[in-house]
């Protein structure tokens, strides 16, 4: 069965340091997400993409942050300087265009340490 | 601004009798309402959708409701199982480009 997949598993970077996540989403889906959530809260919307521009972004998705769909196959977070705060899993997700349930595919996720 | 809560209670249960989890909205008018799972260190996994013209949606041992005038949708687990002990998160789903996550409500079942 096709799933999202997410690289790497675990990252660990200092403290002002530029960071890439990246994801695979399933193919043929056209919507693309990126959600985090810290340690113990709840999954928060960054920014969802749609025929290779942002659609709809979060107020945490500020300059720091941008998105990436450089070939037709991997989706890929940036964050250009890391804070302490920036911590978190990082989910993507991926939807078809049409879908009876709307629903988003997950991936594993990306643990991001800031030290 | 836009609000879900959910029990932030564990709910604990004895296996075979049914969860009822409570997700309640404000400030929002969604197209969908969706039912996720997520197990520790997990991403979400989609279980449901019910539509804003929708009262009910049955899926196995699985039943939504979904009330717009309450803004409240209770998310039914019949017959339960160890198995099914996760965090069950209420997402409102704007038919386009946005979800919000509500915080969860973990449950166990004991066996």
């Known amino acids: 069965e096709p799933e999202v997949t997410q690289t790497p598993s675990h990252q660990v970077t200092q403290m002002g340091q530029e960071v890439i996540l990246r994801c695979v989403p399933i193919?043929?889906?056209?919507?693309f997400y990126w959600y985090r959530q810290i340690l113990g809260q709840k999954v928060e919307f960054l920014v969802s993409?749609?025929?290779?521009?942002?659609?709809?972004k979060s107020e945490i998705f500020d300059d720091q942050f941008s998105v990436e769909r450089p070939d037709g196959s991997n989706f890929t977070l940036k964050i250009r300087s890391t804070k302490l705060e920036d911590s978190a899993m990082y989910f993507c997700?991926?939807?078809?265009?049409?879908?009876?349930?709307?629903?988003?595919?997950f991936g594993p996720g990306t643990r991001l340490t800031v030290l | 601004s836009q609000k879900i809560e959910q029990n932030s209670e564990a709910l604990n249960i004895q296996e075979g009798k049914t969860a009822t989890l409570t997700c309640n909205y404000t400030?929002?008018?969604?197209?969908?309402l969706q039912w996720y799972r997520q197990d520790p260190g997990r991403g979400p996994v989609f279980l449901l959708l019910?539509?804003?013209?929708?009262k009910e949606k049955r899926k196995e041992r699985l039943k939504v409701t979904f009330d717009t005038t309450l803004k409240q949708s209770l998310f039914h687990i019949t017959a339960s199982q160890p198995a099914d002990s996760a965090t069950y998160l209420c997402?409102?789903?704007?038919?386009?480009?946005?979800?919000?996550f509500g915080a969860g409500t973990r449950l166990f079942v004991k066996a």
């Open positions: 997700a991926s939807r078809p265009g049409t879908s009876e349930y709307n629903e988003q595919f």
């Open positions: 400030n929002y008018s969604p197209a969908y």
């Open positions: 193919s043929n889906h056209l919507y």
């Open positions: 993409f749609y025929n290779n521009e942002i659609s709809e």
């Open positions: 997402a409102l789903f704007d038919g386009g480009f946005k979800t919000i």
């Open positions: 019910i539509r804003e013209n929708e």
